[in-house]
């Protein structure tokens, strides 16, 4: 688990799903999370990401609404229970969450001494 010393590499964005936001061990890191676009009011979005459940994305001024496709890619740094917006990249009206899902869980278990850093690896 990552320690107060830990530092996120350049260019090092875990894949996360809406109940990973949760987890201390992605708490202030930057993340990549991708997700169908469920609303807009332009200062924060609610994505429905491939477990299921919702995540709230915010952003400090406008957000383009609805990105102009149903599924996009956010990345940002998970902050308390959402994720402050920094990026965000349109992913087509069509894109199976499900399959996704199962790779960010992969990704986040069997496969992780992969592709973590060794100070956000878990047990």
């Given at each position: 688990m990552a320690g107060p010393e830990a530092q996120q590499e350049p260019g090092f964005y875990p894949r996360i799903n809406a109940t990973m936001v949760k987890e201390s061990r992605y708490a202030n890191l930057i993340v990549?999370?991708?997700?169908?676009?469920i609303s807009n009011d332009g200062s924060s979005m609610m994505l429905e990401t491939g477990d299921g459940q919702q995540v709230r994305i915010v952003h400090e001024g406008a957000m383009e609404p609805g990105q102009q496709t149903a599924y996009v890619e956010i990345v940002g740094c998970v902050t308390e229970d959402f994720v402050q917006h920094f990026v965000c990249r349109p992913m087509g009206d069509e894109f199976d969450l499900e399959t996704?899902?199962?790779?960010?869980?992969?990704?986040?278990?069997?496969?992780q001494n992969i592709t973590f850093q060794d100070e956000y690896i878990t047990a």
């Open positions: 990549s999370i991708v997700g169908k676009c996704y899902n199962e790779m960010i869980m992969l990704q986040n278990t069997k496969y």
